[in-house]
């Protein structure tokens, strides 16, 4: 059994992803103990999180992230924890929010003595090498973005310019650190992790077609799990849409299902507030 209780794990991770979201958006604020963020056409950054974990959240907070949301002519999106105060998921249904899908948050606890390395004995293919991005190293950057974002884009589309700036500015955050997975030498995969507070999430991991199911992917994630242990951070958690081979590579080293959360929009016809 954890020594979290479910709801301790949400609350460190929830507010994890809303202060490291706001961080490198172009434009975030502060909301109901969440943030709500926006970085542009065709970034991921256009979603609020962390609302209601404090307690009750208005209506004049939910008319304000409809407005914040209209004003720059994006689609409302909000990230539902199931810990949130009822009055959230009430007031985003008098809105005209509707639940669009799920995402599930796995988590793992780390302790001092765990051997990571024995957690995938096959270690990845021949030749496997996981090298951490230095931030300054501008071909290296772009190397890794371009691998890293591969899975997150349909097969041969182009890197956007929105989904490069706001990877390019994540790698450069204090809290993350960027590996790039590379066999032989060829860039295979790459992924990153940020660690603040007591918590820390691995996000962002791809694998190239043609390296897959060949143990990569779990390497970045147990070499990942060592710069947390190593930064001292105990908690590590992951998030994934369910069944997708993220969620079963983190369950085979050790992650659980802490919880899942739902993912709420607003259809543009619908009024700004309850009439």
Not at 37 to 58: I, K, M, R, T, Y
Request: glycine share 12%.
């Amino acid at each position: 059994m954890p020594k979290l209780s479910y709801a301790e794990i949400a609350r460190i991770e929830e507010r994890r992803l809303a202060v490291g979201t706001a961080a490198v958006v172009a434009c975030a604020e502060p909301i109901a103990g969440g943030w709500m963020a926006f970085d542009g056409e065709g970034s991921w950054g256009n979603f609020a999180v962390g609302l209601g974990l404090d307690g009750p959240v208005s209506g004049e907070d939910l008319d304000r992230l409809v407005r914040f949301y209209a004003a720059r002519g994006a689609e409302p999106q909000i990230q539902v924890c199931p810990f949130a105060h009822g009055s959230l998921v009430r007031g985003l249904a008098d809105r005209g929010f509707v639940l669009r899908e799920f995402e599930n948050v796995l988590a793992r606890e780390l302790a001092p003595d765990d051997d990571l390395r024995a957690l995938a004995p096959r270690g990845g293919p021949e030749g496997l090498e996981i090298v951490r991005i230095d931030p300054g190293d501008e071909a290296q950057v772009r190397v890794f973005i371009e691998i890293a974002t591969s899975g997150f884009r349909p097969d041969d589309a182009p890197l956007s310019p929105a989904l490069f700036e706001i990877t390019r500015r994540l790698v450069a955050h204090p809290g993350c650190d960027s590996y790039l997975a590379l066999v032989n030498g060829e860039p295979a995969g790459g992924g990153s992790v940020e660690i603040h507070g007591e918590g820390a999430a691995l996000f962002g991991a791809s694998v190239l077609p043609r390296f897959r199911e060949r143990g990569i992917q779990q390497a970045l994630i147990t070499r990942r799990l060592e710069r947390v242990r190593e930064q001292g951070c105990q908690l590590a958690c992951i998030s994934a849409s369910p069944g997708i081979p993220t969620e079963r590579n983190a369950m085979r080293l050790g992650f659980f299902m802490a919880y899942s959360k739902g993912i709420f929009t607003r259809r543009s016809e619908s009024p700004e507030s309850p009439a």
